[in-house]
């Protein structure tokens, strides 16, 4: 596909760990490349599958990264999940395995969370750093004993990547559940749609002018090929050349790293 349609993007909506940085070490271009983003007079959007933190958490880790953000610069699978159980459960005690954080975000958007599955009346998955196995029996007692409950996760990546490697995912635990009760969850955040359409509505532009920006066939390009975003993989996370010529999703651009989409919208 000729990259004049991806220097012509608005709307530039970013992974994070994988892309942007890993861990807690942040590429060389990244500063420079949404720079030139804002530069050009578009719009970068940080749009991360990351359950574990809350918005006000990514603003932070950003800043100690050096990097300027606010609120407003992201869209989350915390934030997408709150608006789907805020439209379909608003009044259901939500059981959440997932951090302090995705709780307290549920709960600013008026939702209820309760650590007494008991009287749970739906079930959140995220990407939870404060596992822990009464956490998984609870879960596995809900969804054995009540087989119709809601059963909701907020991403379905397997890994997520460190410094040193990956560590296990909300998938990854999904998977693991559903060896106990058999039951997969509706997932909320990347791959499906719902967080580059938020973002398209929320800024009113295109599809046409927006660029998914991810290291991950199976959530980043294939959450921008459901929305009918350009997609653009970069080969410095999580995919390999193995994984990309096995997918049957296939992106519209492939660059080594965001060094060579820096060096496209600074080219003349």
Known sequence: MDQARLKACRLFLFDLDGTLYLGDELFPFTVDLLAAIRARGGRYLFMTNNSSRSVADYVKKLARLGVKAVEEDFITSSQATALYLQKHHRSDPLYVCGTRSLKE???????TVTQDPASAACVVMGFDTELTFEKLRDVSWL???RPGIPY???NPDYV???EFGSVPDCGSVCDMLYNVAKRRPLVIGKPTAAMPTLA???????REETVVIGDRIY????????AGCLTLLVMNGETDEAILASSPDKPHF?????????ELLKSE
Do not use: H, Q, Y
Request: glycine share 12%.
């Open 219 to 226: 959530t980043d390009i294939k959450s921008g090929l459901n």
């Open 105 to 111: 975000e549920l709960k600013r958007g008026g939702l």
């Open 152 to 154: 909701i996760a907020t």
């Open 254 to 262: 492939v660059f080594p790293s965001g060094k060579e989409l820096l």
């Open 200 to 206: 398209m509505e929320k800024w009113g532009v295109s």
């Open 143 to 145: 969804l054995l004993t």
């Open 160 to 162: 997520c990547p460190t």
